[in-house]
Structure formats: structure tokens, C-alpha cells
Nanobody, 118 residues
Framework: VQLVESGGGVVQPGGSLRLSCAAS????????MGWYRQAPGKQRELVAV???????NYADSVKGRFTISRDNSKNTVYLQMNSLKSEDTAVYYC?????????????WGQGTQVTVSS
């Protein structure tokens, strides 16, 4: 299983970035796909999730600014980030998760750095 993120970088406050995560080795449509982030000295936190059933959920801190989407034909999940703030600076990780009887499968990407700075 591989989750490969791309699209991170340095952007000024108020700017936009689009992250992508290409998955292989899983039945993509069966997995909830999420984005998490971890800032220096802080715990990893959920940013957004797109379930296999088609629902989405966002952290309060990004509601109205970030949009998660997925293309099951391309095995790819996206995170469109607008109106970026300095506090959005973190390493962003792609996550794939599927619950089964007795447990779950969960996989992580290697992470991509997002830096919001003037």
C-alpha cells in the first residue's frame, strides 16, 4: 500500500494550496480518506475526512476555508486550502482507513510540508 502526497510548499498568508494524495494497493472506494496535520510540538490532528459513503467532516479551524474531495477513478484525494493562515503551517499527512469486523486497516502517507509565511 502506498499513499503519496504532493502539493505542499511555501505560501503567503491569504494564499491557496492544493494537496493531492494518490493511493495504490487498496480498494480506494472502500476507504475513508482523510487529511491530518502535525505542527512542531503539537499532536497530529484531523483536518478533514471524506468517507466511503460520501460524507465529509472538517475540523472547526478549517471550516469554510478548506475543501476535501476525492476522485475514485483516479484513486486520489485532494485538499483545497484557501485563505491560509500562519497557524495552518504543519506537515500534512494523507490517511486511508477502513473498518472491518474486529478492527480496522489504516495507512499513512509520508507527509508534505505546508508553510504559511510572509
Amino acid at each position: 500500500v502506498q499513499l503519496v502526497e504532493s502539493g505542499g510548499g511555501v505560501v503567503q498568508p491569504g494564499g491557496s494550496l492544493r494537496l493531492s494524495c494518490a493511493a495504490s494497493g487498496i480498494i480506494f472506494s472502500s476507504y475513508a480518506m482523510g487529511w491530518y496535520r502535525q505542527a512542531p510540538g503539537k499532536q497530529r490532528e484531523l483536518v478533514a475526512v471524506f468517507t466511503s459513503g460520501g460524507s465529509t467532516n472538517y475540523a472547526d479551524s478549517v471550516k469554510g476555508r478548506f475543501t476535501i474531495s476525492r476522485d475514485n477513478s483516479k484513486n486520489t484525494v485532494y485538499l483545497q486550502m484557501n485563505s491560509l493562515k500562519s497557524e495552518d503551517t504543519a506537515v500534512y499527512y494523507c490517511n486511508a482507513e477502513r473498518w472491518i469486523t474486529g478492527g480496522k486497516y489504516t495507512y499513512w502517507g509520508q507527509g508534505t510540508q505546508v508553510t504559511v509565511s510572509s
